[in-house]
């Protein structure tokens, strides 16, 4: 049994039913992270005074990964330029270009969870506080040794902009210290919002770049039965990924640079 | 004389391949991608969680009106089952809340809505539209899977250590992530996963109705249950994914130790919490109520579709107003994204902010009573058929009127104070979703079975059923407007007991013994209730073998496409694809044979 219009579009809406479904389905991802754009204001505004950190995020690496997904906007459109151009070699490459980017920005994120999860905050048992990364192998059961600097206040944890470059090797017996917790979700509700925010969209980047490996592998067959129908389907996944760059133009400025 | 006026488009000629080629069993009544087999799907788990929510209530009814006696004939049952929670049969709190949380999740997410609009939309849209299926069919078979499956998970969280979630249907935090037990995390998942087939299901419908009208089927053409499913499916789509959002970060708070909801210097039975605090309360309040709200029209807006069917079948004449309804249903769908925060007036949200939302909470009553009237207009000169299925869709009209009447000393702050919370907002919303949505589905449910199985339901059982309901329902929920001005709180597990003149005589302001005595004189109505519906189970499953067959495919001379079709349809529907010449309810036409006019008969070129 056939369904209509879910090749060619439909003469009075100009649309095949997989494009219409896609708008549709991005409507309502609008809504998910407009959700949670919404939930950053509402957070943000109602944060109790100096509790919301600045600069916590690695600028350089942010603007990376939004170069890459800026590049990646381009190869896909390449990639449905080339079917409508019946031309299956340079879908391939194209394809290949944006499932590569998709994965190297996936790479860097991962590379910068990497780097928050291992930051701890100390407190000591005299008040002191300090901060860094975690030297793995060189701390033992009875001290930790961190690569970071100490502070007097916790306030100034909030600034992460200026601290970088006096970071020097501290180690700590663990009699002395208090407590002791990583830069996780739970650490507090900037890195909470963060790690959630940048998980989906990783989710999302994710989904994309499985769909985009079944389109340049086993997906392609269906060039060689209905390229038109293979084409849409290029189409509307680049609808998709055109929109998870998208809301990264939003996480970017609004997580890194704010 | 009756001129086709479409606008002249191609449209290609559609192939029609023959009916049901032979499947296997699972991939005809399991795996099916067809519509129909879906909605029946649909149909007949959400009928089941329909009657297991309602048998959760009835629990709890004997818990109120009997506080900390054993709950006769089942109480063992549910010690075996749940464990500590209801030892020796009597219903703790805990299981109180744990009945309560499930039976308003299972009834608005696993049982009205799925039948509302997974079976009802599922099965009539593409029908009534013409089309051979819905835009999507694959799309449509993990949809209601995925909705099994969150069923699934809602009911195995009764039987992990500690049990269901206890928080409300609504989760507030702190409380929904305090409760030290993981309900609520399998609630979140449960949901996480209905989100996503309501949000399938949406995306499907709308494009179905957009992509696959026949030709001639103007947007003006449609039936008005099309228009209603298509504005529900649009709240759907775009008022669940905050939900989604909230879900995650309340989950996030739950399993990640994050503090989205949770407030700076939280204590938790006496000591201070372990968290970042920095979070809001409120935030989950205006997410789940963004939702929640246009949720409510979700509910309401396919009922009023089934009834504006049934009548103008059963009245023999056009809807009055159709062109008004279409658009009351188009400006309500849009207004219910700017009124959630009227379920919040008390939690100190601010004033300014409660004007505005009064305000629109008042203006959205406008088209709700534009669509009451012109249905009863509608009657005004009919040539009225009366048997079940219209008898179900006439006591809608005042049921929901009291629903919504009731509503409005609800939407205004300064009343609100004294109503919030009580049994008041039980009395409103359940008139408006129990004898308003549920009696519509009834009418649907007696209205369309001919169409599923070629016949029909017994007239008689039929009537015995809607009377009963009728005065059960209304003996259940009328007491509880009084109860609610009374004073007397929802959510209590002891039905009031410690806040009443039995407990402490002579203080003033207590719930008095009349009021309190209504909780036993409800029980036994709701009990009524109950029973009132064992006519109705043992009707459908005997009707289904057994019953009067119909004769012909249009046993209601009915005008809309869907029963243009074989009886039951095939697979694909049509036998070939229809063209459609006229509006929806050409009724009560004297110059053609019969009384009415299908949308799909050519025009007569005869000389007038
Ligand atoms: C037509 C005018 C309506 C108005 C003005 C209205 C107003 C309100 C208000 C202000 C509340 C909050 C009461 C409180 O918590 O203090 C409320 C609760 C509620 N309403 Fe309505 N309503 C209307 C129609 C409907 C309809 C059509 C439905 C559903 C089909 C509905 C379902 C509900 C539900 C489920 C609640 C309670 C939610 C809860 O707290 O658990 N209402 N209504
Ligand atoms: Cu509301």
Not at chain 1, 164 to 170: A, D, I, K
Not at chain 2, 232 to 239: D, G, I, K, P, V
Request: one cysteine or more; proline letters at 6%; hydrophobic letters at 50%.
């Amino acid at each position: 049994m056939e369904i209509a219009y879910t090749v060619h579009a439909r003469p009075d809406t100009g649309v095949y039913n997989a494009k219409l479904g896609m708008w549709l389905f991005l409507a309502s991802e609008v809504m998910l992270f407009g959700g949670l754009f919404s939930a950053y204001v509402f957070l943000r505004v109602g944060a109790p005074p100096d509790t919301w950190p600045q600069g916590w995020l690695n600028v350089p690496l942010g603007t990376l990964n939004t170069l890459l997904l800026a590049a990646s906007a381009v190869t896909t459109f390449l990639a449905w330029a080339a079917c409508k151009a019946r031309r299956l070699d340079q879908f391939k490459l194209h394809t290949g270009l944006t499932l590569l980017l998709g994965c190297i920005f996936l790479g860097i994120k991962g590379y910068e969870y990497h780097d928050k999860w291992t930051h701890y905050e100390l407190r000591l048992k005299d008040g002191r506080i300090a901060e860094g990364h975690l030297v793995g192998p060189k701390s033992t059961a009875e001290a930790v040794v961190l690569k970071g600097r100490w502070v007097e206040d916790r306030r100034q944890l909030l600034d992460g902009r200026r601290s970088r470059g006096t970071w020097q090797e501290l180690t700590i017996p663990r009699a002395d210290i208090d407590r002791m917790q990583n830069y996780a979700p739970r650490h507090n509700t900037f890195l909470a919002i963060y790690y959630t925010m940048t998980g989906l969209h990783g989710l999302h980047v994710l989904g994309g770049v499985v769909v985009f490996a079944y389109l340049w592998g086993p997906g392609s067959r269906l060039w060689h039965v209905d390229p038109e129908h293979f084409t849409n389907r290029v189409e509307v996944a680049g609808l998709f990924w055109h929109f998870v760059d998208l809301v990264w133009i939003f996480l970017f400025p609004v997580l890194y640079l704010s | 004389m009756v001129q086709a006026t479409t606008r002249s488009i191609e449209f290609p000629a559609r192939e029609f391949h023959g009916p049901a080629h032979a499947t296997g069993f699972w991939r005809t009544y399991v795996f099916s991608t067809d519509h129909k087999v879906i909605g029946i799907q649909y149909g007949l788990t959400a009928l089941c969680f329909l009657l297991l929510g309602f048998f959760l209530i009835l629990a709890m009814r004997w818990q109120i009106a009997h506080p900390g006696e054993p709950i006769p004939l089942v109480g063992w049952f549910l010690e075996k089952v749940l464990g500590s929670p209801a030892s020796r049969g009597i219903m703790s709190p805990d299981l109180y809340n744990m009945f309560g949380a499930m039976h308003g999740t299972i009834m608005v997410f696993l049982a009205i809505v799925p039948l509302a609009v997974g079976a009802f939309g599922n099965y009539l849209v593409p029908l009534m539209i013409g089309a051979n299926d819905m835009a999507f069919p694959r799309l449509n078979m993990i949809s209601y899977q995925l909705y099994f499956l969150g069923g699934v998970v809602m009911l195995a969280s009764f039987l992990i250590p500690g049990g269901a979630a206890q928080a409300g249907w609504t989760s507030y935090s702190p409380l929904a992530t305090v409760i030290p037990t993981d309900g609520q995390t399998f609630w979140l998942i449960g949901m996480v996963l209905l989100i996503t087939s309501s949000l399938l299901g949406s995306i499907n419908i709308i494009t179905t109705i957009v992509q696959l009208r026949a030709p001639g089927l103007t947007w003006m053409r449609l039936p008005f249950f099309v228009w209603a499913q298509l504005a529900a499916s649009f709240l759907l789509l775009l008022a669940f994914p905050p939900l989604e959002a909230a879900g995650i970060m309340q989950l996030m708070d739950k399993v990640a130790g994050t503090s989205f909801f949770l407030p700076t210097g939280l204590a938790v039975g006496g000591a201070t919490a372990q968290i970042s605090g920095g979070g809001s309360p409120l935030l989950w309040q205006h997410l789940f109520w963004f939702l929640a709200h246009p949720e409510v029209y979700v509910l309401i807006l396919p009922a009023m579709g089934i009834v504006a069917e049934v009548l103008a079948n059963n009245i023999r004449k056009p809807l009055w107003g159709y062109r008004t309804m279409v658009y009351a249903v188009l400006t309500l769908s849009f207004l219910s994204f700017i009124v959630w925060a009227h379920h919040m007036y008390l939690t100190g949200m601010g004033t300014r902010i409660s004007t505005f939302f009064q305000t629109t909470t008042i203006i959205i009553s406008i088209p709700s009573v534009i669509l009451l009237t012109c249905l009863l207009m509608s009657l005004w000169g009919g040539s009225i058929r009366i048997h079940t299925p219209m008898l179900f869709a006439l006591a809608f009209l005042p049921m929901f009127g009291i629903g919504g009447l009731t509503g409005l000393p609800l939407g205004f702050a300064a009343s609100d104070i004294q109503l919030h919370d009580t049994y008041y907002v039980i009395g409103h919303f359940h008139y408006v979703v129990a004898p308003g949505t549920i009696f519509a589905l009834f009418a649907g449910i007696y209205h369309w079975f001919p169409k599923l199985t070629g016949r029909r339901m017994n007239e008689f059982w039929g009537r015995v059923h809607f009377w009963c309901s009728f005065l059960f329902m209304n003996a259940v929920f009328l007491p509880m407007f009084a109860q609610g001005f009374a004073g007397m709180l929802r959510r209590m597990a002891d039905g009031g007991l410690s806040y009443s003149a039995r407990i402490s005589p002579g203080v003033e302001g207590t719930l008095s013994d009349f009021i309190l005595g209504l909780n036993n004189y409800i029980l036994w109505a709701a009990v009524g209730l109950g029973l009132a519906q064992l006519p109705f189970i043992i009707n459908l499953f005997w009707s289904i073998w057994r019953g009067e067959r119909v004769q012909g495919d249009n046993p209601w001379q009915a005008t809309t496409l869907e029963w243009q079709t074989p009886t039951p349809p095939p697979h694909g529907n049509f036998l070939r694809l229809p063209q459609v010449y006229r509006g929806p309810y050409e009724y009560g036409r004297l110059d053609e044979d019969g009384d009415y006019l299908p949308q799909d008969r050519p025009p007569v070129a005869h000389t007038r």
